[in-house]
């Protein structure tokens, strides 16, 4: 085999995106044989751009038509790991879209299936492709940076209209979509935080509902994160500021990280801060630094995860963003809403009950309005 032979689930904004890398020559190692969508235009608009494709309007006969080695999946989030599970019980290699699903009870069902039927399993974490963050994360793992203090990331610039919400129904509700920018937008970030810097032990989250938009789910939010050796973490995001902000700055007792418009600014102390600090004599002095700095365009992760799936299928390339990684962004996420719908701390991992049983409740009130 020198192709894998793709179906696409689901042929909306990304599907459709997806499709367009593949016609346009951008992923050389895949053939898209397959889509499925129950909505006919979807359809029609797939065969256009990429003539040779059978067209689905059910998922299941796709899964079953013996056309496929392998699916990405691009629908709505809930459905994320309903769909990946169909496919482990074909044997059917997975590149699911984040999130990895809504609530991380199903997400552990669907990565316990993934490692039974032992297929390929990745995520479309398509911003670890980014040269910048892979370096962020390099000089962290490797000690460079020291022992880690804090992680700030004001990621703001997710700006999204009224019209944006309004255009689909599933969009921004928790009975379609299960939550706002911490579900949509961030869940890079939040991959990319702890992809970077490592999971905290409990988050502190303030989520403002509905804030700057007409939705029901949150587009605002502030988390303070905690780690075991002291090291704390704060993350903010809106959907509802213009311009925004996207600027991630990273303190160990060796230096500082910022990353900010493609650019990585690394300041090194030549004495550790720890060590600095008690054995100057002076009491306003500052370590010695040095400086270094990486920059690089932001590439299109779009192709290249999808390329690296392919890498994995056919040659046994190790993954960019394994799917069972998908876990630990939503394990975030969900002790987020937690910490704010009931105005405490959250551990992590969280209670999947407590944060069921408040989901439920939103979509019951939701589905009354
Ligand atoms: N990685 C990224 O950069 C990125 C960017 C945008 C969206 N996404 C993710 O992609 C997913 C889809 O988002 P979108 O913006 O394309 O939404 P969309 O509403 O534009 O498209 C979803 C499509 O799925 C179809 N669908 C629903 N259920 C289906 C099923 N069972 N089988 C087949 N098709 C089905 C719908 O008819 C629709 O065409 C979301 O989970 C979102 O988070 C990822």
Redesign the pocket.
């Known amino acids: 085999m020198d192709k894998i032979r793709l179906g696409i689930?689901?042929?909306?904004?990304?599907?459709t995106g997806h499709l367009k890398n593949i016609s346009d020559g951008l992923c050389p190692r895949i053939e898209v044989t397959a889509v499925?969508?129950?909505?006919l235009e979807?359809l029609k608009r797939a065969k256009d751009i990429y003539p040779s494709v059978e067209c689905f309007d059910d998922?299941v006969k796709m899964l079953d038509s013996g056309l496929i080695d392998a699916a990405l999946i691009?629908?709505?989030?809930y459905?994320?790991p309903t769909?990946a599970m169909e496919c482990f019980k074909r044997k059917i290699h997975v590149m699911t879209?984040?999130?990895a699903g809504v609530y991380t009870r199903q997400v552990r069902e669907m990565n316990d299936a993934a490692a039974e039927a032992g297929v390929v399993f990745a995520i479309?974490f398509?911003q670890r492709s980014n040269p910048i963050f892979a370096k962020a994360r390099e000089i962290v793992k490797s000690g460079q940076l020291g022992e880690p203090k804090r992680l700030v990331w004001i990621i703001t610039n997710w700006y999204r209209t009224q019209s944006y919400y309004d255009s689909?129904s599933?969009r921004a509700t928790w009975n379609g979509e299960g939550g706002g920018v911490l579900l949509?937008q961030a869940p890079h970030n939040l991959d990319l935080w702890q992809w970077i810097f490592g999971m905290p032990k409990r988050i502190r989250a303030f989520c403002s509902f509905g804030k700057y938009h007409h939705v029901s789910i949150e587009d605002d939010v502030t988390i303070y994160g905690e780690y075991e050796n002291g090291a704390t973490a704060t993350f903010i995001t809106t959907t509802g500021e213009a311009p925004g902000t996207n600027r991630l700055e990273i303190s160990g007792d060796k230096g500082k990280l910022v990353l900010e418009n493609g650019k990585l600014k690394w300041t090194k102390l030549k004495v550790p801060e720890r060590e600095f600090c008690f054995t100057s004599k002076t009491g306003f002095a500052c370590p010695e630094t040095e400086y270094e700095e990486f920059t690089a365009p932001e590439p299109d992760g779009h192709p290249i995860l999808l390329n690296n799936f392919a890498d994995a299928i056919l040659d046994g390339k190790p993954l960019l963003a394994p799917g069972y990684e998908g876990l630990n962004s939503l394990s975030i996420s969900n002790a987020a809403y937690v910490s704010a719908w009931t105005d405490d701390w959250a551990s992590i991992p969280v209670s999947e009950d407590v944060f069921e049983m408040h989901l439920k409740y939103l979509c019951e009130i939701e589905k009354k309005e």
Do not use: Y
């Open positions: 689930i689901g042929v909306g904004n990304m599907g499925s969508d129950p909505v979807k998922t691009a629908v709505p989030h459905d994320h769909l879209e984040k999130p479309m398509n689909g599933w949509n």
